[in-house]
């Protein structure tokens, strides 16, 4: 960052006072993992995970709000007459359908479900987060008002849009987040300013005519040759269309037409996978391909039908929320800590919190040092260096503190904007 953070920089004690905080509570965070680990639940079965959750913030003297949905909740630290700032962290909770092939004792005991996200990680994260500034805010030292926000079915995805529903971000200045990152040393912090996960969403083209005689394509509407057409126009018109740094990408994984070699068939379709970097690009996909496509079958006189489905968007990191982070890792983990992450085709549904509200997702390193095994997230042998949550709390309870230092929007007006493709050079 070429910006000086100077003025945000906390007390000097806040490391010593984390030290502490862990010094006491870390056994019980990485055995609280363990028992989330062990018993995993998929998106919006996430019972036990939430009501785990709850009681252990109601032992601090926090009062958890359940979502509507019966899953993932939300619970505020500190007063408003602390402060009218308020910042949101925010950890998912969910598992996913795949069987946990370790051989560790605290393995999923629940077939076919299993952590491999990390999501136990950063639900033990956010809870030691939450319960050290907690302390903080019983000792008066909080200067706002901190959301913890456990949400339900990442991975489904959506979970985000239900905290939104339920009004979860309605007030919230910034909202942050991390995500376990396999391929980084534990200690180190993944930042990115900007797109950091993609969009990733699926199409259906369905393509119909009157079907005929091969011998007489003349007479109908070639079919297959039409379908043709858009299978391989459709991603070569995209790039010519497109900013090519939006790295918006089409690519097919099923083409299906006819029955008989001399039968044009009277309906085919082809189905694949829209991903993109650019959340200005993505807003704009669907209606671009479906003018492409209509321009392309018109041609050939087939009617085609376009079904867009939306994963979600490319999570756009904001400016000032990434340095606002980085302060934070930099004061309580050292400088040495951040490495600039690079963006990924993987999809996040946190990139819904970031269509509305200033914020970030840094990446957390969980990579045992010196480790010859290379694990990936969404792995049935997934695992973590369990340091990791010590390293999240720090990070996440500074980066807590750093933003209510800095206050709520407007941002310094020293810092640049988020960069997007309409202001890159
Ligand atoms: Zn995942
Ligand atoms: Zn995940």
């Known amino acids: 960052m070429q910006w000086s953070w100077g003025r945000l920089m906390l007390g000097h004690d806040l490391p010593e006072e984390l030290d502490e905080f862990l010094a006491a509570r870390e056994d019980e965070l990485i055995a609280f993992r363990r028992d989330l ?71 999923s005991t629940v077939p076919n479900t299993c952590h491999a996200c990390g999501h136990d990680v950063h639900t ?38 239900d905290v939104m529903a339920a009004g979860g971000i309605a007030s919230v200045d910034r909202i942050f987040a991390v995500h376990c990152d396999p391929r980084l040393e534990v200690g180190k912090v993944g930042t990115r300013t900007g797109p950091i996960t993609a969009a990733c969403d699926k199409i259906r083209v369905r393509v119909s005519g009157p079907g005929g005689h091969t011998a007489r394509p003349h007479l109908t509407a070639d079919l297959v040759y039409a379908l043709g057409k858009i299978v391989t ?8 269309r497109v900013d090519p740094r939006s790295s918006l990408s089409l690519v097919w994984g099923r083409v299906s037409a006819g029955s008989a070699a001399n039968a ?45 489905q939306r994963n979600v968007p490319p999570t756009v990191n904001e400016a000032v929320s990434t340095a606002i982070l980085e302060t934070a890792a930099a004061q309580v983990l050292g400088h040495e800590a951040i490495t600039p992450s690079p963006q990924s085709l993987g999809g996040e549904d946190f990139a ?57 929007p407007p941002v310094p007006d020293q810092v640049p904007d988020t960069p997007r493709l309409s202001q890159r050079a």
């Open 233 to 240: 126009e459709l991603p070569a018109a995209l790039s010519r």
């Open 124 to 161: 033990s994260v956010l809870l030691g987060a939450g319960l050290f500034l907690a302390g903080q805010a019983a000792a008066g030292t909080l200067p706002g008002r901190v959301r913890l926000i456990f949400q339900p079915a990442e991975e489904v995805p959506g979970g985000a849009l």
């Open 37 to 107: 680990h062990a018993h995993p639940e998929l998106g919006y079965h996430e019972h036990r995970t939430t009501s785990r959750v709850a009681l252990r913030l109601a032992a601090a003297g926090l009062r958890p709000v359940i979502l509507p949905k019966g899953t993932g909740m939300i619970v505020d630290i500190g007063d408003p007459s602390a402060g009218d700032t308020l910042v949101a962290l925010r950890a998912d909770l969910d598992a996913l359908p795949i069987n946990d092939e370790k051989n560790v004792s605290y393995r």
């Open 264 to 308: 044009i068939p009277d309906d085919g379709v082809a189905e694949g996978t829209v991903r993109c970097l650019d959340d200005e690009a993505w807003h704009e996909a669907p209606d671009l391909l479906k003018a492409l496509i209509e321009s392309v079958a018109s041609a050939y006189g087939v009617i085609a039908e376009l079904s867009y």
């Open 352 to 408: 819904w919190y970031l269509e509305s509200i200033p914020g970030t997702l840094a990446r957390l390193g969980t990579r045992l040092p010196g480790s010859v095994e290379d694990f990936d997230i969404h792995q049935a042998t997934f695992d973590v260096d369990e340091r990791a949550i010590g390293v999240g709390v720090r990070l996440m309870a500074a980066t807590a503190l750093t933003a209510l230092h800095a206050g709520g």
